[in-house]
């Protein structure tokens, strides 16, 4: 075997221009490849971020009124709508899927929240001691809200970093909101552990995102009766151990929430903002578009593989007396055989290897000039290197094959 790549080699040495003009095929094909797997592998990547954030793997499940997001400002609480208990929150914890539940009071607020004379837009948030580790948030400045803050309902609030601004150069620790008639003694501010800005285009993209778009207060969840003065249905923020379990973690949560529910299910139930799913369709879309250019780039792979055909057919008619010399010496036919497709397989996968380098090239080109995401795919090299030596092998088996069935006599009689 060591004999026959060295022939090879050198074979393919002392024909450089010949040989390099046979692997343009592959060589394109290969790069090609590389090139549209790269940038579909950074699409889906760029699409899965950008539809969940970044890595924070929450999915909201609140209360749906038909196809909309129920609204209790306005209309009583239905009844058969039973409370979110402890018992609920070990029940969701038991799925598989969930790393962390928190129960949350959400509403929305303008010109009832004011620092001196500055009023403030907001969602004001009631949240447990799980709110902050479930959604990614972390406290920036000051201290978060302790066990006893919780417990006992003390009038703390911690702001989101969006409301910084309001404060100028001062730190908002330590000053006081007017939330609804109420002084609130700011002791935190919180961001999130990973920074994230979804591009919302309609109402339904506002729903989706509204927990972590809006500028935030969060009080303790024993302080909501004292500001709004009524009960209101929880909604749930569910943290999926990854990425992948977010569908599964959403759809068990909504339907153990929706079978608690008794005379209300007919006008209510819960439902989850599964962004996972929107971006299976979309990655699912693009990944059906790009299959097509594949194909059409593996086009090329079959013109260099004929080629390659053309090229050892060419080589054996040069070195008849050569293989005529080397079967009157007493080679065998598995030999001839074994020489010719090894010089085939070589000259396919150096072409092959040149490829993955241009199309590793050619993919940081795309990515700078169009502002595309790549994402390099061993796997698909790996597969392009392997596939291109048995384009060599396959093509070159009608050469070789000739090769090793030529007669000796009439080899070494050959002009």
Do not use: C
Not at 72 to 81: A, I, K, T
């Amino acid at each position: 075997m060591l004999e026959n790549i060295r022939l090879s080699l050198k074979g393919i040495w002392s024909h450089k221009m010949r040989s390099f003009l046979t692997m343009l095929g592959i060589i394109i094909g290969i790069a090609a490849i590389i090139a549209i797997v790269s940038t579909i592998k950074g699409t889906n990547e760029q699409i899965k971020n950008n539809l969940i954030g970044s890595g924070t793997n929450t999915v909201t499940v609140q209360l749906y009124q038909d196809s909309w997001p129920a609204d209790f400002s306005y209309q009583d609480v239905p009844e058969g709508l039973p409370p979110l208990t402890p018992e609920v929150r070990e029940q969701i914890l038991a799925l598989d899927e969930v790393e962390s539940v928190t129960f949350v009071n959400r509403r929305d607020y303008s010109g009832n929240i004011f620092y001196g004379d500055t009023s403030i837009d907001a969602s004001i948030y009631g949240i447990d001691s799980d709110y902050f580790q479930t959604s990614g948030l972390q406290v920036t400045k000051g201290r978060g809200f302790s066990q006893s803050d919780l417990t006992t309902g003390k009038a703390f609030a911690i702001i989101d970093e969006s409301f910084t601004g309001t404060f100028g150069n001062e730190n908002p620790v330590g000053k006081t909101l007017d939330i609804m008639g109420t002084p609130f003694i700011i002791i935190g501010v919180v961001s999130q552990k990973s920074k994230f800005e979804p591009v919302i285009n309609s109402i339904e993209d506002y729903y989706m995102y509204m927990q972590n778009t809006a500028g935030g207060i969060y009080i303790p969840k024993q302080m909501w009766p004292v500001i709004f003065k009524y009960d209101e249905p929880e909604y749930v923020i569910v943290k999926a151990k990854s990425t992948d379990d977010m569908t599964q973690a959403g759809k068990k949560t909504q339907e153990l929430l929706t079978k608690r529910m008794s005379g209300a299910s007919d006008v209510y139930k819960y439902q989850a903002n599964d962004l996972s799913d929107e971006a299976a369709q979309i990655q699912q879309l693009s990944s059906s578009t790009n299959t097509m250019l594949i194909g059409i780039a593996s086009i090329s792979l079959l013109v260099g593989g004929i080629g390659v055909m053309n090229i050892m057919l060419v080589s054996v008619t040069e070195r008849t007396r050569e293989i005529g010399l080397k079967k009157a010496l007493g080679a065998r036919k598995r030999r001839i055989l074994g020489q010719f497709l090894t010089e085939a397989a070589m000259l396919s996968m150096i072409g092959g290897a040149i490829g993955v380098i241009l199309g590793i090239g050619l993919s940081r080109v795309i990515s700078v000039l169009a502002g595309v995401p790549v994402a390099i795919s061993t796997p698909a090299i790996l597969i392009s290197v392997i596939f291109s030596m048995l384009i060599g092998i396959i093509f070159g088996l009608v050469p070789s094959i000739k090769a090793s069935n030529l007669n000796p006599i009439e080899a070494l009689r050959y002009e």
